[in-house]
Nanobody
């Protein structure tokens, strides 16, 4: 059974920083793309950042220059460093990954349970 578990959310003042982590565990053979999504109250879930297995990244325009995604392939973990946080960054942040487990020869898409990020003074 493969699981994604996020951590690192919380309450931060505008201009502050947070670092989210997402660890994949279970019978993992390989992980392809890993991504961070977020969903604010009353809004659709949006893609925030994607990082490929080789470390290439893409970001939604609203976080470019402020957020940085990285990954440690040895630990099956992806990170999201969030700097210069704004109230509009408030949302539940979800980890997403394409993972091939030991029992299948194809990749499946997995979601974490989400972690709340609140930016407020």
């Amino acid at each position: 059974q493969v699981q994604l578990v996020e951590s690192g959310g919380g309450l931060v003042q505008p201009g502050g920083s947070l670092r989210l982590s997402c660890a994949a565990s279970g019978s993992i053979f390989s992980i392809n793309d890993m991504a961070w999504y977020r969903q604010a109250p009353g809004k659709q879930r949006e893609l925030v950042a994607v990082i490929t297995s080789s470390g290439s990244t893409n970001y939604v325009d609203s976080v470019k220059g402020r957020f940085t995604a990285s990954r440690d392939n040895a630990k099956n973990t992806v990170y999201l460093q969030m700097n210069s946080l704004k109230p509009e960054d408030t949302a539940v942040y979800y980890c997403n990954a394409d993972i091939r487990d030991l029992f299948r020869n194809y990749f499946r898409n997995y979601w974490g349970q989400g972690t709340q990020v609140t930016v407020s003074s």
